[in-house]
């Protein structure tokens, strides 16, 4: 399966050395003075599909990283509210984007229709919806939308994903009930709580 976005071959920006820009990224979330792009590395080029070659990347003070770990990004963000701290976990779940996270187990999180066409997708142009289902098939495999809590200084969302834990090879897919703590300098951690075989037709696209 291949997913071409909308700015895949448009203008491409060098960002360093090391990266050119596909896109710059549209998040609340950050300082100001840090920018998010999707690039791909000036030494590998790229191919098809896209996807395959494709990574995020932080700009800050003049230089410029891959965010392999959503952790990476502490400091360069202030989490503000209860959507912001769900727009920034979703960063590694979106359809806009969970194909970023190549040094992650893919991961994206399973929401119905209503919700999904509601999902933020970081000014990234039309992609495929992987993910979203419907209401009833949610209620019938016991999984419950996305939920976010105020705890002292910090947010706690519990929600459901759906992940590939064999990038290589033979796809294995699970689904995982996590609870994440996300601190408003961007500090997170993830817990399982839950965790059980998919057993209906949901999948996770494969860019190899």
Not at 70 to 88: C, F, P, Q, T
Not at 102 to 114: G, N, R, T
Not at 121 to 143: E, F, H, K, S, W
Request: hydrophobic letters at 40%; aromatic letters at 10%; one cysteine or more.
């Amino acid at each position: 399966m291949i997913i071409l976005h909308a700015f895949a071959f448009a203008a491409i920006t060098a960002l360093s050395p090391d990266y050119s820009a596909l896109h710059k990224l549209n998040a609340s979330f950050l300082k100001a003075g840090a920018s998010l792009h999707i690039v791909f590395g000036q030494k590998n080029g790229f191919g098809l599909p896209i996807e395959g070659f494709e990574y995020l990347a932080l700009t800050r003070s003049g230089k410029t990283k891959v965010v392999r770990h959503l952790n990476e990004l502490r400091g360069s963000v202030e989490i503000k509210s209860s959507k912001e701290a769900l727009d920034y976990v979703r960063l590694r779940t979106s359809p806009a984007t969970w194909y970023l996270w190549k040094a992650e187990d893919e991961a994206i999180e399973i929401m119905d229709e209503d919700h999904a066409r509601m999902l933020v997708n970081y000014g990234v142009g039309p992609c495929l919806q992987v993910g979203d289902t419907t209401r009833a098939d949610m209620d019938q495999a016991g999984i419950s939308a996305a939920t976010v809590t105020t705890i002292h200084q910090s947010y706690r969302i519990t929600r459901w994903l759906l992940l590939d834990l064999t990038p290589q090879g033979h796809q294995k897919l699970i689904l995982r009930r996590v609870e994440e703590d996300v601190d408003t300098d961007g500090g997170y951690k993830m817990r399982v709580l839950k965790q059980m075989p998919v057993t209906n037709g949901w999948f996770i696209p494969r860019f190899e």
